[in-house]
């Protein structure tokens, strides 16, 4: 029952968000205007950016294999903070679940100050040194300072398991 509820609050999170994301589409104008310098410093800089993402990859690894792994070896079935194994062939892909740095999502609203990856029961921490780690729920490789739309305390999650994973339905 705890697996059905914890299953259907993702669910209603993921419709909402991509509900908000199809406004926010038809919201941008834009239209084939011209680009104005304004613009073309921001795509300037967002290329700067993906530049320096790229850096932050662990020595070796393409950046196909660090947002959709697969992850290395010791990550592929390893159990998360809150003790949830982890499925390789049952993960969101990133962009389904909003997956950013925690500092940007907090400055979008999409979350508070203080969630983040490192502290989110869905994540299994660094285990070989090169300062990312994995998820139960997300593809690729995650940075602790990360966040997406699945965040979920730990406390939250020792709570439900605790409870023998009964969780109330609301319909």
Wanted: aromatic share 8%.
């Amino acid at each position: 029952m705890a697996r059905f509820g914890r299953t259907r609050r993702r669910f209603l999170e993921l419709a909402g968000s991509g509900a908000a994301v199809g406004i926010a589409g038809c919201l941008g104008g834009g239209g084939g205007e011209r680009e104005t310098e304004t613009e073309a410093e921001a795509t300037t800089t967002t290329e700067a950016a993906d530049d320096d993402h790229d850096e932050e990859r662990p020595e070796g690894v393409s950046e196909e294999e660090f947002e959709h792994g697969p992850v290395p070896e010791p990550y592929r079935t390893a159990l998360s903070q809150a003790n949830e194994r982890r499925n390789p062939d049952d993960l969101f892909a990133k962009e389904d679940v909003r997956f950013q740095e925690a500092d940007d999502a907090v400055e979008a609203g999409l979350t508070e100050a203080g969630r983040n990856c490192g502290n989110c029961a869905e994540y299994v921490p660094d285990k070989n040194g090169d300062g990312f780690g994995a998820c139960a729920k997300v593809e690729g490789y995650i940075d602790p300072e990360d966040w997406c739309s699945l965040w979920e305390s730990i406390e939250e999650a020792e709570a439900e398991a605790d409870d023998g994973g009964e969780t109330a339905f609301v319909a």
